[in-house]
């Protein structure tokens, strides 16, 4: 059975940084591109940031420069560090294993003085 567990989220001042994790289990994610998305209260369900089997990655222009993706094959999880946290970035985050239906459950992100 496949689990992914979206965690790290929480409350930070306008300029901090968070780090997101997403552990899986029943799956390899070094074998998978891997996406966090997020999504803002009244708000579409968006692309933030995805990693690929080679390691190439991706980014949403509106956090390129300031978010890194990245993964920990020996722990089996993915990594979103946020930078320069910025209001509009408060969202529930979520990480996906592309082209599959599995969802972390998201972590809730807000930035906020």
């Known amino acids: 059975q496949v689990q992914l567990v979206d965690s790290g989220g929480g409350l930070v001042q306008p300029g901090g940084s968070l780090r997101l994790s997403c552990a899986a289990s029943?799956?390899?994610?070094?074998?998978?591109?891997v996406a966090w998305y997020r999504q803002a209260p009244g708000k579409q369900r968006d692309l933030v940031a995805s990693i690929y089997k080679g390691g190439n990655t991706n980014y949403a222009d509106s956090v390129k420069g300031r978010f890194t993706i990245s993964r920990d094959n020996a722990r089996n999880t993915v990594y979103l560090q946020m930078n320069n946290l910025k209001p509009e970035d408060t969202a529930v985050y979520y990480c996906?294993?592309?082209?599959?239906?599995?969802w972390g459950q998201g972590t809730q992100v807000t930035v906020s003085s």
């Open positions: 996906k294993v592309l082209s599959s239906a599995y």
């Open positions: 029943g799956i390899i994610l070094s074998d998978r591109a």
